[in-house]
C-alpha cells in the first residue's frame, strides 16, 4: 500500500515556495555557470594562476549542488559494469595513461564514469578469504550475498570444490533471473569466456569456478553440471550473451573456425552452440556469431536473441584486437548491440558489462595490458551514457583490488609506464610496480649473480608486452584485499555513499527497479516493512522528494551568492 499525503492548505504554502526557491536557486546556478564560463577563459588553461583552481573548485561545486536533488524515480533499465581487478591505482594510472595519448600531462584527464554524481567504496573480502576472488565477489553483487572463494552463485554453507547432494540447495539467485521474472530483457556482454567465473555468476550455480566445461567424473553423481552447459539450459532466457569462450561449447572431436590448431575441449561429445540455437530459434530471431563481419551484420531491429563468441578461450586485449585475423568487437560496440536489442525488445533491461582482461593485465604485470583495457572500458560506459537517458541506473565498480601502486615522486606529466631515477644507488625502476609477481627483480638477480636490481636504464618500459618489475616472485601476480570504488547515476544512484558491503550492491539495483524482494515495496521509506499506513497530519510531501526543501533553498542562495560576491572582488 502506497501512502499519498493529503495536501492541506499549508502543505500547498510549503509547496509554491520550494518551487519557487527552486527555481531561483536554478537561476543563480545558471548565472554562476555563465561566470565561471568567462573566468575560466580570462584564465586559460595556466595551472599557476590561482584563478584556474578557483574556477575548477567552483564549477565542481556547482555540479554537487545540482547533484543534492535526488533521482527517486523507478529505474526502467539497469546497467551494471565491472572493471574486473580495476583497484584504484590501476583506475588512477589508466586516467593519466589516456591524457597521455591524447597529449597532455595526463593528471588532470577524467573518465565518463567518474563524472557520476555518487559514489561509495566497497568492501570486496569473501567470507573465508580476506583478499577475494571472482567467483564470490560476482555472487556478491550478482545474488546479494556474500559467499566464499571459488563458489559460484551458491552461499556460504556450500564446500568449495565439492559436489554434494545439498550443494545446490544452497543456490542463490542472481539479479539477471530476478529481472526476467520482472519482465525485463536481460543481457551478459564481457571480454573474457564467458563461462569465467565474473559472468558465469550471472546464471550458474557451481562450487567450482573452473568446471567451464567439464565436471570431474567422481563430483558428476551428486548433480553438479558443467557452466557452460547451465548457460545453454538456463531455467531462464538470456536475451543477449557476448564474449568469449567458444571452447567451452563445442566437443573435442570440432575444429574450432578460427584456430583450426585447435579443437572444442567438451567430452561429452555435445555441440552447445547447436543447441543454443535449437532451443531459440522456436522462441524467436536467434542469431550465432563469432567474428567481427558477423557481428556487423546483426541488426538488434530484428534480432530477439543474440550469442557472440568471438574466441575460443578469452578475447584479446584491447591493444591486441588489431591483430586478430578474424576480428572480434570492441567492449563498446558489444555494450551498443547489447543495449539497442534490449531496449528494442522491452524498455525495461538489465544489462551486466564486464571488462574482465584488465584483471589479466595485472596479474601479468603487463600494465599496458591492464591500463589500454580499462580504457576501452570507459568508452563502453560512456557509449551507454548516449544511448539512454535519466531513467536508468548505472553502475561502475569492481570485484576487487590489484598490488599495483603507483610510485617514487615522478614530475607532473611524467609519462605513467617510464621510469623513475631516484633509490639510492642511483638506478632506475618503473613508476607503475606490482607487489608481486612474476618479474620480480630478485629473479634477474640470482640469474646475473650480482645481487642487484637489473638496470632498466636502456629498456622501452611504455612498450605493450613490457612487463611491469614487481618484489616477490610469484607464478601471477595475486589480487588485492583494498576497498574499490563504486560509481554510480540515474534512479536510486544516491543510495551509494559510503562505504558498502559488497553485496549491497545488489540490494539498491533491485530495489532501483522494484524487483525480487522490493517488487512489492517499490521506494518505501523502509523497505523491510513497507510504508505506515497513516502519517502524521503536519507531514508535507516536497516536490522533488528532499525534506525541508524551502530552507535548504534559501540556503543554497545565499551561499552561492556569498561565492559569487567573494570571487569577483
Not at 24 to 37: E, N, P
Not at 355 to 361: E, K, L, S
Not at 379 to 406: F, K, M, W
Not at 543 to 565: E, Y
Amino acid at each position: 500500500m502506497e501512502f499519498t499525503p493529503t495536501v492541506t492548505h499549508a502543505c500547498r504554502t510549503v509547496m509554491m515556495e520550494a518551487d519557487t526557491n527552486r527555481r531561483l536557486v536554478t537561476s543563480w546556478l545558471v548565472l554562476w555557470f555563465a561566470l565561471a564560463v568567462v573566468v575560466r577563459q580570462s584564465s586559460g588553461q595556466d595551472e599557476s594562476n590561482p584563478l584556474f583552481w578557483k574556477t575548477e573548485g567552483h564549477d565542481e561545486l556547482v555540479a554537487a549542488i545540482r547533484a543534492t536533488e535526488h533521482n527517486t524515480n523507478r529505474a526502467e533499465a539497469v546497467i551494471l559494469f565491472i572493471g574486473d581487478g580495476l583497484s584504484v591505482p590501476t583506475l588512477t594510472a589508466a586516467r593519466i595513461f589516456k591524457g597521455q595519448q591524447q597529449g597532455k600531462p595526463g593528471e588532470e584527464t577524467i573518465f565518463s564514469f567518474e563524472q557520476f554524481p555518487h559514489l561509495g567504496y566497497s568492501k570486496t573480502y569473501n567470507t573465508n578469504s580476506q583478499v577475494s576472488d571472482s567467483a564470490g565477489t560476482a555472487t556478491a553483487y550478482l545474488s546479494g550475498v556474500k559467499t566464499k572463494r571459488r563458489l559460484v552463485g551458491l552461499d556460504a554453507g556450500a564446500n568449495a570444490t565439492m559436489c554434494q547432494p545439498t550443494t545446490m540447495s544452497h543456490g542463490v539467485d542472481s539479479i539477471l533471473k530476478l529481472a526476467k521474472e520482472a519482465g525485463m530483457a536481460v543481457g551478459v556482454v564481457t571480454t573474457t569466456s564467458v563461462t569465467h567465473a565474473t559472468p558465469a555468476a550471472a546464471y550458474a550455480h557451481t562450487p567450482e569456478r573452473n568446471w567451464e566445461a567439464s565436471v570431474p567424473a567422481e563430483e558428476r553423481p551428486a548433480g553438479c553440471t558443467d557452466i557452460a552447459l547451465q548457460l545453454i539450459e538456463s531455467d531462464f532466457d538470456i536475451d543477449v550473451v557476448m564474449g568469449g569462450g567458444r571452447g567451452m561449447f563445442t566437443p573435442n572431436t570440432t575444429q574450432d573456425p578460427e584456430v583450426t590448431t585447435l579443437s572444442g575441449i567438451r567430452t561429452d561429445g555435445r555441440n552447445l552452440i547447436d543447441e543454443w540455437k535449437a532451443r531459440y530459434r522456436q522462441k524467436g530471431t536467434a542469431e550465432y556469431v563469432w567474428n567481427q563481419a558477423e557481428f556487423d551484420r546483426v541488426d538488434p531491429w530484428t534480432t530477439d536473441y543474440l550469442l557472440g563468441l568471438f574466441d575460443f578461450n578469452h578475447m584479446h586485449f584491447a591493444a591486441d584486437r588489431p591483430q586478430d585475423v578474424a576480428g572480434e568487437p570492441s567492449i563498446a560496440e558489444m555494450t551498443e548491440k547489447a543495449i539497442r536489442i534490449l531496449q528494442r525488445k522491452n524498455n525495461r533491461f538489465f544489462l551486466f558489462v564486464e571488462g574482465g582482461r584488465i584483471d589479466h593485465g595485472n596479474h601479468l604485470n603487463t600494465g599496458y595490458d591492464a591500463l589500454t583495457d580499462t580504457i576501452a572500458l570507459d568508452e563502453a560506459v560512456h557509449r551507454s551514457l548516449e544511448l539512454t537517458g535519466d531513467d536508468t541506473l548505472i553502475v561502475q565498480t569492481a570485484d576487487h583490488g590489484h598490488t599495483l601502486s603507483i610510485a617514487g615522486y615522478p614530475p607532473r606529466g611524467h609519462k605513467i609506464l617510464d621510469k623513475i631515477f631516484s633509490d639510492d644507488r642511483g638506478l632506475p625502476y618503473t613508476t607503475l610496480g606490482y607487489a608481486n609477481g612474476p618479474f620480480s627483480y630478485l629473479v634477474s638477480s640470482s640469474l646475473t649473480g650480482t645481487g642487484e636490481r637489473p638496470n632498466i636504464t636502456n629498456v622501452n618500459t611504455a612498450g605493450p608486452k613490457y612487463t611491469q618489475q614487481s618484489l616477490v616472485l610469484s607464478l601471477f601476480e595475486s589480487h588485492g584485499g583494498e576497498d574499490v570504488a563504486i560509481f554510480a547515476r540515474g534512479p536510486m544512484s544516491h543510495l551509494f555513499h559510503t562505504v558498502h558491503e559488497q553485496h549491497y550492491i545488489m540490494h539498491v539495483m533491485q530495489y532501483a527497479a522494484c524487483i525480487g524482494d522490493y517488487h512489492n515495496r517499490c521506494h518505501t521509506v523502509d523497505p523491510t516493512v513497507g510504508v505506515p499506513e497513516k502519517t502524521p497530519t503536519s507531514a508535507c510531501a516536497v516536490p522533488g522528494g528532499v525534506p525541508g526543501l524551502a530552507a535548504i533553498s534559501v540556503a543554497a542562495v545565499q551561499f552561492i551568492n556569498h561565492l559569487l560576491i567573494n570571487f569577483t572582488k
